[in-house]
Structures are given as C-alpha cells and as structure tokens.
C-alpha cells in the first residue's frame, strides 16, 4: 500500500487561474480532509469529505471547493488564485468511525502551489 | 475557538540531554491531543496521543488539563529525533495544529 498520494508533486500558476490538486486514501480509508500548510506554520484545516459530501469546513473562503469520488479519492479546487494561496496543500485519510470520534489521519506528501 | 501554542520555534539540544516540546492549548470542552512528527523529506506522520497513555521511541507526553499543556519529552535524545514536532488537538473531525518546533539533536 502507497499510502495517501497526492498529485501533482509541484504547480506554478499565476494569480486568477484555477486549480485542481487530486488525492488518493490509504486504502481501506473512506474519509479524506485537506490541509494548508503555509511557509513556517503549521497545516491549517480546510475541509473534510466523507460519503461525497462536505462534512466539515473551517476557515477558507467559497474559492476553496472539493469533490470526493465514489471510490473516495478528493480534488480540492481553487478559483481565482491569489498569492496568499500559495502554500503546501496537505491531504490525509482516514477511516470513519461511529459519531464524532477522532480516527488517526495519515498524511500524503503533499502538493507545492505556487502562485505567481 | 479551539488554539495550540508552541512557544519555541527551534530547539537545539545535545544527543543524551532531555529535550522538553512545550504545547499549550484552548479549548473549552474535553480535548483530545496529539503530537505530530515529520523527519526530514518524509511525510507527516502521527507520534502520539494522549489518549494512548504509551511511550513511542521513549517520547511521552502529559495532558495536564489544569494547566491546559500537552508538553512532549524524552530523557535522553538522540540524533535521530532531529525533525520538526507538530502539536495537534482534534476538534470534531478536524486537526487543529501548532506552529511546530524544529528539534536538532547535535552529537
């Protein structure tokens, strides 16, 4: 097992395009959240995705959207890029237990967006 | 609004010597914490949870609840534990995470 993976490894934009970072779970894994990690701080949720759908959100505004497939793999897409956004996008998996119990999320290696 | 601090940015200690990672955190209901290690070009990776009450590659760390602190120790470092250290609190189901603490054991 590979693990959670992440492509692409590296992306260069410029500010107003559009992006789209995929992520693949462990497997077994049926639960995929997405991080920021910004130069010198730690990741910074952005949302999580289980059954298809947006289970919990935090702080990032509506350019930030995700996807989460049937065979629970994720996109996370950002619209009208700015430099700020430039940061390494973290995703990691998990399996999802009953209620709102914490279940161990293992990390993949990450996406460098750079915006330019 | 959930918060962890870890004061220290960097860390330099000597291999043999203890090495305390301080974590302070905010949160007003009953928290669970852990602690986050990534090695050098490796991925994130979980080191340990307060919830496990075990001692992982002789780390331990205690949730003081009075002092709302999660510090992690280990009494004799070694080189290997050189790496960037993440403090975390789960908060329904997302992670809310420190700055981290970069630890460079020298020999």
Redesign the interface.
């Known amino acids: 097992d590979a693990?959670?993976t992440q492509s692409p490894t590296h992306l260069i934009k410029t500010r107003g395009q559009q992006v789209t970072l995929r992520c693949s779970p462990k497997s077994g894994h049926d639960?995929v959240?997405w991080?920021q990690q910004a130069l010198?701080?730690?990741?910074?949720?952005i949302f999580?995705y289980?059954e298809e759908e947006e289970?919990?959100r935090?702080n990032f505004p509506d350019r930030f959207s995700g996807h989460q497939f049937p065979n629970y793999s994720s996109e996370l897409n950002v619209n009208a890029l700015l430099l700020g956004d430039s940061a390494l996008y973290?995703c990691?998996s998990s399996l999802a237990g009953g209620g709102?119990s914490?279940n161990?999320?293992?990390?993949?290696?990450?996406t460098r967006l750079t915006v330019l | 609004a959930q918060r962890?601090t870890?004061p220290e940015k960097l860390l330099s200690v000597f291999k043999g010597a203890p090495v305390e990672l301080k974590c302070n955190y905010s949160y007003s209901g009953s928290p669970?914490l852990f602690w986050y290690v990534q090695y050098s070009r490796q991925?994130?990776?979980?080191l340990l949870?307060h919830i496990s009450r075990e001692s992982i590659k002789g780390f331990t760390a205690d949730l003081n609840k009075g002092e709302t602190s999660f510090h992690l120790k280990k009494p004799f470092a070694q080189e290997e534990d050189s790496a960037m250290y993440?403090c975390?609190l789960?908060d329904?189901?997302?992670?809310?995470?420190?700055?981290?603490t970069t630890v460079t054991v020298r020999a």
């Open positions: 693990g959670v639960t959240s991080y010198g701080q730690g990741p910074q949720f999580q289980y289970r919990q935090g973290l990691a709102r914490y161990e999320q293992f990390f993949g290696p990450g | 962890v870890q669970e991925r994130l990776q979980l949870r993440y975390a789960s329904d189901y997302k992670l809310s995470f420190g700055a981290g």
